[in-house]
């Protein structure tokens, strides 16, 4: 199997070093169903991640325009269509995913179990836990996806997942822009993908600093709550006017 990492970039010339050495160094002492690529996805940062990238040689695109989280992951997945990987990976540039668990997610995509595997820290509960404000966010968003579409999933908000040829296929051409995570699960559930969680560990950003701070986090928690009801409902007028 071509397996391809995705790895969104946004300002993170702290990290992404690293991200790409450990990634290399994980992929070598695990038994994973076939080759390993990646791809840097830089949405037009405004510090040295390019400048890094180019000079170390790394796997990259540079995007024209800012694009966000959603336009930037959704470049990862057409570039994976448009040179046949059986599987696409997500993971942050950012190093809060620990590659060491790459086969954790793959493994059932590629076993035809599921069609997306989330990458969840709250199945063991081991390695960092974020906030509380988040994860009281990502508790009521999983009680909510549960009541929308049937899915139970508890990291709801995780970016670190697999996807096969079929549902990467479908996210080229339809993904969330602004924190698309959840609104990812709710659209694979509702078009007929299996999806489920596998346990990882995951750990606090290496460097930088993140977008979210703790009033963000319940923005982002009532935001994204709204956009999955709409979604829903929005998915239930299209069934009845199929009807």
């Not at 180019?54 to 694009?67: A, H, I, K, W, Y």
């Not at 909510?144 to 908000?157: E, P, S």
């Not at 990812?184 to 489920?196: D, T």
């Not at 990882?200 to 600093?209: I, K, L, N, Y």
Request: with cysteine; glycine share 8%; net charge neutral.
């Amino acid at each position: 199997m071509k397996i391809l990492v995705i790895i969104p970039c946004y300002n993170e010339e702290e990290n992404i070093e690293r991200v790409v050495e450990n990634l290399e160094t994980a992929v070598r002492g695990q038994e994973l169903p076939g080759e390993v690529d990646y791809l840097i996805v830089n949405d037009c940062s405004t510090d040295a991640s390019a400048k890094i990238c180019r000079e170390r040689g790394f796997r990259f695109v540079s995007q024209p325009v800012n694009l966000g989280i959603g336009g930037t992951v959704q470049t990862g997945y057409l570039y994976a269509v448009c040179n046949g990987y059986d599987i696409a990976v997500q993971m942050d540039g950012d190093g809060q995913h620990d590659p060491r668990y790459l086969a954790n997610v793959v493994w059932p995509v590629a076993r035809g179990e599921l069609d997306m595997c989330i990458g969840s820290r709250f199945i063991t509960r081991e390695g960092f836990q974020t906030s509380f404000m988040r994860r009281l966010g990502i508790n009521i968003l999983s009680i909510l996806l549960k009541i929308l579409c049937g899915a139970r999933v508890l990291d709801t908000t995780s970016g670190f997942r697999a996807t096969n040829r079929q549902l990467t296929a479908y996210f080229a051409q339809v993904y969330a822009q602004d924190y698309p995570e959840p609104e990812a699960i709710i659209s694979a559930v509702l078009s007929g993908f299996r999806v489920g969680e596998a346990p990882v560990v995951m750990a606090e950003r290496m460097g930088g600093t993140s977008s979210i701070s703790a009033f963000k986090s319940v923005f982002y928690m009532v935001k994204v709550s709204l956009s999955l009801i709409v979604f829903r409902l929005t998915n239930i007028r299209k069934k009845g006017a199929r009807a």
